[in-house]
């Protein structure tokens, strides 16, 4: 069983512990001596017995592992195990334009699309990393790369349909890829019916290869086109396959939400490996027992406690 953090260097914080631990007996020494002056210390002493220097020690060290706690949580804590999990880290890029109101898959494209992201986010292995964009005219971050589950299915309620004018297919991978800066291996979901009426589509795809980034493209709708308020939405394939094939990817045509959920098993990539459990939230809980233990400690020692 081993450890990993996400941000290492902020265990120097740890160093706080034995200062505290330095001021504490610098402060309990000085107290000793100035109490010498006006008291019988040790007779006091001897009628309370180790009273006082026994419960100091426990608030000691309850406050000393408070702060050991509060850091590890601070810097990223996860628990690594051998279990199925995915080599990759994800953002996923849903199309929210108009146009993905069609209703070639029911009940619509997004709709259908929503569904399966959700699915794709339950059937997720352990440790696996997701981070949620939606775009039609400018990118929306929705949600950060995380493996908190309930955070990402959040994300995807947030989803909704653009009454914006325009869809950058490009501009979203982009920021998709930016989302990914700090992930070992990286790669894009993008979820689209392929229309896109600005953007270039080389500069996007020089960057998500200059920062080694797949591009992983499923083209929403059925050869026949379906029916939005605007008219018939038909699919534009062309320019999703050349972005999955520069950038080392895959393109998959999706017509059903079948079609949709073998994509998403094929592009996880699942194989036995080292997954990273997030102890945060696990991590957090404890420091509040350990907050409230050494609170009431402090008032039983001050008899405001029975």
Do not use: C
Not at 75 to 90: D, H, I, K, R
Not at 135 to 157: C, G, M, W, Y
């Amino acid at each position: 069983m081993n450890f990993s953090f996400d941000f290492p260097l902020r265990l120097w914080w740890l160093l706080l512990v034995p200062i505290l631990i330095f001021i504490h007996f610098f402060t309990l020494r000085i107290r000793h001596k100035y109490a010498l002056r006006f008291a019988n210390f040790e007779a006091i002493s001897r009628i309370k017995g180790i009273d006082l220097y026994s419960k100091n020690l426990v608030l000691l060290i309850i406050t000393s592992l408070t702060l050991a706690v509060m850091v590890l949580a601070y810097a990223g804590t996860n628990l690594e195990v051998q279990s199925q999990t995915s080599p990759f880290s994800f953002t996923m890029v849903v199309d929210t334009s108009t146009s993905m109101e069609a209703t070639d898959i029911l009940p619509s494209r997004l709709e259908a699309a929503k569904k399966q992201a959700d699915e794709f986010i339950n059937e997720m292995p352990t440790g696996t990393t997701l981070g949620i964009i939606s775009f039609a005219e400018n990118p929306k971050i929705l949600q950060s790369p995380t493996r908190d589950k309930d955070l990402l299915h959040q994300a995807v309620q947030k989803i909704s349909l653009s009454e914006s004018g325009g869809t950058d297919l490009y501009q979203a991978t982009i920021a998709a890829t930016d989302l990914l800066e700090n992930q070992q291996k990286k790669a894009i979901i993008l979820l689209t019916d392929g229309q896109t009426t600005t953007g270039d589509s080389d500069s996007a795809i020089e960057y998500a290869n200059a920062h080694l980034t797949k591009v992983h493209t499923l083209a929403l709708g059925t050869a026949q086109g379906g029916e939005t308020r605007f008219g018939v939405s038909h699919l534009a394939t062309d320019a999703l396959q050349s972005l999955a094939e520069k950038t080392q990817g895959t393109y998959t045509l999706v017509s059903t939400e079948e079609d949709l959920s073998s994509a998403f098993k094929k592009i996880i990539d699942i194989k036995t490996g080292t997954a990273k459990i997030s102890m945060d939230k696990w991590l957090i809980i404890l420091s509040f027992i350990l907050i409230i233990l050494g609170y009431l400690l402090s008032n039983v020692r001050y008899g405001i406690l029975p």
